[in-house]
């Protein structure tokens, strides 16, 4: 059913001989791992690096460069697998390497860009505090210059020198993917002399850093999630990552990607749904796919499917052509995360009470999405950027 608009037509020979690679790469070396560990809460570190070594090995920490239509066929074909995998895809793309390098042009500091690409490194995206979340504007973790910076501003005595100085980090963070296993860190802060929110780069993870693993967690168990505490910790800022529009840049990047992961759940839970109904022998030893209220719910998420499909593909090519708007990947965040999370919803009720057990995938994605519905500005928020750009009135 993937194919019922013929969407791999739409694509070029390049683009599905990509696809297939991914695919049969992440179902066949990633998929027999994850159940089990997601099922017992036992994603580690050993396990982190060999999944960040096999996605470099892959080249899918380079996609932000090239395509951005490669880049959602790499996370909807890996989100298919679990969206722990499409998490670590996303935040090493579009959130560590994909702003470094949009940043700064210091060699010291592209070093960890070249370092995710080759799988030798791992870089977490600190921006959500206990407190705030879809509001970071009041963020409260802020960053002191050190004494023999203080005090310098530019010669019309408004802006900051900002560039190649060391500051003092100080404050918390809630909820960061690759927290735990990070060797480097990306942490907006607010500057104490310009209260300007920036991105500082902790190039080292000293005992003045302190993370904890998120306790209890029932989504995103194939994946590494952290509260990460600073207490004078020493970091550099990135020379233009300054201010909040840098860090929503990069938030619309990371949406995207979402879009096309969710799609990636969607086909996956709708596939074993169908697989499991037709198998499924209830009432005068016929299939329940012969009912008729099993047959509307297959073709409502079907409908589903195929709008999410073209919603991604047409948005791809607008942004290989420069020609996106943030608030047209808001829309496709919202629109195709919703129908992800209401597919699996509904692929859990049609597999009856094998519908929570974890050997059917359908209640591990659903769980996940659970997540996938919030971060990166939740679906709420993407209503509202969505509603602004629509009446010209911001709602926030």
Known sequence: MEQFYKIDSLLTEEERIFKESVRKWVRGEVYPRVQDIWTHGTYNEEEHKWLRSEIAKMGLFELYEH??????IACQEVEYVDSGIRSLVSVQNSLIAGLIEAYTDRPDQLKFAAGIKDGTLTGCFALTEPNHGSNPA?????????????????????????????????????????????????????????????????EEINDNVTRREIPNKMSLRYSDTAEIYFTEVPAYPLDGAIELKSALKCLTKARYGIAWGATGAALACFERALSYAGDRIQFHEKPITSHQLIQNEF????????????????????????????????LAKRHNVKAALDIARRCRDILGAYGICTEYDIIRHMLNLESVITYEGSHNIQTLIVGREITGIGAF
């Not at 395509?67 to 959602?72: A, D």
């Not at 560039?163 to 480097?184: C, E, P, R």
């Not at 073209?310 to 090519?317: F, N, V, W």
């Open 67 to 72: 395509s951005h239509v490669l880049y959602g």
């Open 138 to 202: 009041g963020l409260k973790t802020t960053a002191t210059p050190s004494p023999a910076v203080s005090g310098v501003v530019a010669e019309d005595g408004t802006s900051y020198e900002l560039v190649n100085h060391l500051y003092y980090l100080n404050g918390s963070k809630m909820f960061i993917t690759n927290g735990m296993f990070a060797d480097f860190m990306i942490v907006w802060a607010t500057n104490v002399e310009t209260y300007k929110l920036q991105a500082f780069l902790v």
């Open 299 to 330: 073709v409502d998420m079907l409908e589903k499917i195929v709008s999410m499909q073209l919603m991604t593909i047409q948005l791809g090519r607008l942004l290989d052509e420069d020609k996106a708007h943030y608030s047209q990947v808001a």
